[in-house]
């Protein structure tokens, strides 16, 4: 045994390395397509509002002061956008930051806490990383969530519920009933995280966002939003929480690290809420392309899950890794699963209407 194992925790041992798909860079060096459509990463093709330019007149002040802590001008915008107290929110960079200081603040060795399967890594990373046992609830046969196997679970009492929804990889997501249902069956010794990282794609189609149905209940919650995907930032790490009173917001703010979210991302999310019709404008061609190529996919006889997500999940009924380097050598770059009983499925994003064409042609071409 080398003397880095003897040295960390058991846990950390236990964790698997983070799939986060290739760069460009790496794909050039390894095949040099002639384009590349990069859709493993659940990106925005359009990218941020243009607005972001006038954010740049901060000039080198931005670089040369530490940011602002509490990011305080945001965080009022964020509380006036989604109606709930500036004190409630907090500041992550990314959400994923918020994961793990979630995880830190609450999670003792064995506790329980349920997340959905096959289900984003990160949900099951930090808590296994605490010394948490993950109890992960499958997605029924034709993909949806199990609502009743997720109350079942939920009646055990875990430490915490951590769910995406709209759910990544899969892009199936619970109605405002079944919603209720789960919420209702929750207990108040769990704390219910609802990562909403894809509720803008979402919004205004038979999706309701968690946060007015956890606002009526005195349960302990926080709901995750990100400015990586819809807002087009993923460059920068911005993510934000809100948690159900400021008190749970206030113990956070002690574990995260003091300036986690840079003055460049704070001055770029602030003008990204501020152009509400390029959100629009992104969300519309997502929408639009999802329904384009899930048609393609279902025409060539593959099963694909219903998304209310920027991305798709489909069955290439092959091991998806040899699938996968497939599209790669004609520059295409898709996410395989990894996960058990998911390793014939690909989560493909939905990109600008040529990468789309790009990915579709490329997949003709294997098939
Ligand atoms: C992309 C994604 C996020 C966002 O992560 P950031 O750290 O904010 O970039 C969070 N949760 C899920 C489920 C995601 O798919």
Redesign the pocket.
């Known amino acids: 045994m080398s003397k880095s194992l003897d040295m960390v925790r058991t846990e950390v041992t236990r964790l698997s390395p983070y799939n986060s798909g290739l760069t460009i860079g790496e794909v050039m060096r390894r095949y040099a397509p002639a384009r590349i459509a990069k859709l493993g990463s659940?990106e925005n093709p359009i990218g941020p509002s243009p607005t972001l330019v006038r954010m740049m007149q901060g000039g080198s002040e931005m670089f040369r002061l530490y940011p602002d802590p509490s990011g305080r001008e945001l965080r009022q915008a964020i509380a006036a956008r989604h109606e709930v107290e500036e004190d409630q929110i907090i500041l992550?960079?990314?959400?994923?930051?918020l994961?793990s200081v979630i995880s830190r603040a609450v999670l003792r060795p064995g506790d329980a806490v349920v997340t959905l399967y096959p289900s984003?890594p990160?949900?099951e990373d930090y808590a296994t990383l605490m010394g948490a046992s993950v109890k992960r609830v499958g997605v029924k046969s034709d993909l949806s969530i199990d609502v009743d196997a997720l109350t079942k679970a939920v009646r055990e009492r875990p430490r915490m519920l951590l769910f995406?929804n709209p759910m990544?990889p899969v892009g199936s997501w619970l109605s405002e009933g079944d919603l209720s249902r789960v919420l209702d069956a929750t207990g108040d010794e769990t704390l219910i995280v609802v990562?909403e990282?894809?509720a803008e794609y979402a919004e205004g189609e038979d999706y309701v966002s968690s946060l007015p149905l956890l606002g009526r209940t005195d349960r302990p919650w926080m709901v995750?939003r990100?400015?990586?995907?819809a807002f087009g930032l993923?460059g920068l790490?911005?993510?934000f929480g809100i948690a159900c009173d400021p008190e749970l917001r206030g113990l956070l703010d002690r574990v995260r690290t003091p300036f986690n979210v840079n003055g460049m991302a704070q001055a770029a999310a602030l003008a990204a809420l501020a152009d509400e019709d390029h959100l629009a404008r992104v969300v519309a061609l997502a929408r639009k392309e999802r329904a384009r190529v899930a048609n393609f996919l279902m025409d060539k006889r593959l099963e694909v899950a219903p998304s209310r997500g920027n991305f798709l999940f489909f069955n290439c009924r092959q091991n998806a890794s040899a699938f996968v380097e497939g599209l790669l050598r004609q520059g295409v770059i898709v996410k395989p699963w990894k996960q058990e009983g998911f390793d014939t499925y690909v989560r493909v994003s939905i990109g600008s209407p040529s990468e789309n064409d790009h990915f579709m042609a490329a997949l003709s071409q294997l098939l």
């Open positions: 659940n992550g960079n990314g959400s994923e930051d994961l984003f990160l949900h995406s990544n990562d990282a894809y995750l990100t400015f990586s995907k993923a790490r911005i993510g």
